[in-house]
């Protein structure tokens, strides 16, 4: 049963000042979606398809994606389904690859759309699964792991070959995922491409610090709240203003109330987290302030560790301001 304060007064979430806040939802399984509308949520921002298939020994075909992606779909309405291609490689090798004796399961190796394009047929498969099932709903494509203009533009191409196979009159809207350092770097050249963009704080983050994501639970120097993470979320916010492009949050650390205000105030207005954390995060947009979101994002970015940004949030120095 969902507590009431779980459940989002159904309509945008705002700030204080009036800011609209988008909360999508993460979602790994179908059955994840019933949390996203038993809470009123405003889409699905992260739908990581890889979780369906960890188990399987057999590839997934296209009809067994479609027959999972149009329920979901269905039950969204109009709101959007944001479906993250395979993002295999590494930790996530599910059983019909790890039988693949040409497989590295280093994760550095082969790895999300790097992965995906060394594998066409398998992307291939899924693409048709979610161009047939986007002729009918708000359903969008995300790219895992995209390093620039190259590995984007080719699987750019790729979804419009299957739209032209099946015949489909609707080329869904296509995102690429901004976790890697090289991204950051080819900011223009993915962002011309692209529909919209989604930031991956977890993988962002481990990369850029060199520190292997499970750590962020644990430590107080691996965590989004690194200067050097919210100095990259602040480039891309910038670049894709130019560029028109819609981005938003979706790593795990979008849910924090926190870090979810320097967010804001970076000027980011979606996010998409777990939805077991929705209800306690509208609750805290609610009582922010843009203004003085922003005034600690600014002040956040010039220190010098984590430590220092989460003294910035404290009650006694936000006073003191
Ligand atoms: C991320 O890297 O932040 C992200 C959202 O993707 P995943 O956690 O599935 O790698
Ligand atoms: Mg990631």
Redesign the pocket.
């Known amino acids: 049963l969902t507590d009431a304060s779980d459940t989002l007064n159904s309509g945008p979430c705002r700030t204080l000042d009036g800011i609209e806040i988008t909360l999508l939802g993460n979602v790994g399984l179908s059955a994840d979606l019933d949390q996203v509308l038993r809470r009123g949520m405003a889409g699905v921002g992260l739908f990581r398809t890889e979780f369906l298939y960890l188990q399987s020994t057999q590839r997934p075909d296209t009809e067994a994606q479609r027959r999972i992606f149009a329920p979901m779909a269905k039950r969204l309405g109009d709101r959007p389904l944001v479906i993250r291609t395979f993002?295999l490689g590494g930790d996530k090798l599910p059983p019909f690859l790890s039988l693949d004796e040409n497989m590295d399961p280093s994760s550095l190796s082969l790895r999300g759309l790097r992965f995906s394009l060394a594998e066409k047929h398998l992307l291939r498969s899924q693409l048709t699964a979610i161009v047939q099932v986007a002729q009918e709903a708000d359903v969008r494509i995300l790219f895992?792991m995209v390093i620039g203009g190259h590995d984007f533009a080719q699987a750019i191409s790729m979804v419009e070959e299957v739209v032209e196979e099946c015949q489909a009159f609707k080329r869904p809207q296509i995102g690429a995922?901004i976790?890697t350092p090289a991204a950051l770097f080819c900011l223009d050249e993915i962002l011309e491409l692209a529909d919209f963009v989604a930031i991956?704080t977890?993988?962002l983050t481990q990369y850029l610090l060199a520190a292997d994501r499970e750590l962020s639970a644990e430590s107080e120097l691996v965590t989004a709240m690194h200067p050097a993470v919210l100095r990259a979320i602040q480039q891309v916010v910038v670049a894709a203003k130019r560029w028109n492009c819609p981005v938003c949050v979706c790593g795990e650390e979008a849910s924090d109330p926190e870090f979810a205000e320097l967010l804001i105030g970076l000027g980011i207005q979606e996010l998409s987290i777990s939805p077991s954390r929705a209800g306690e995060l509208a609750t805290a947009i609610g009582k922010m302030n843009s203004a003085t979101a922003s005034a600690l994002a600014q002040l956040a970015q010039k220190c010098r560790s984590p430590q220092e940004v989460r003294q910035l949030l404290t009650p006694e120095s936000r006073q003191e301001q």
Do not use: Y
Request: glycine share 14%; no cysteine; aromatic share 0%.
């Open positions: 993002d895992p995922m976790e991956g977890n993988d």
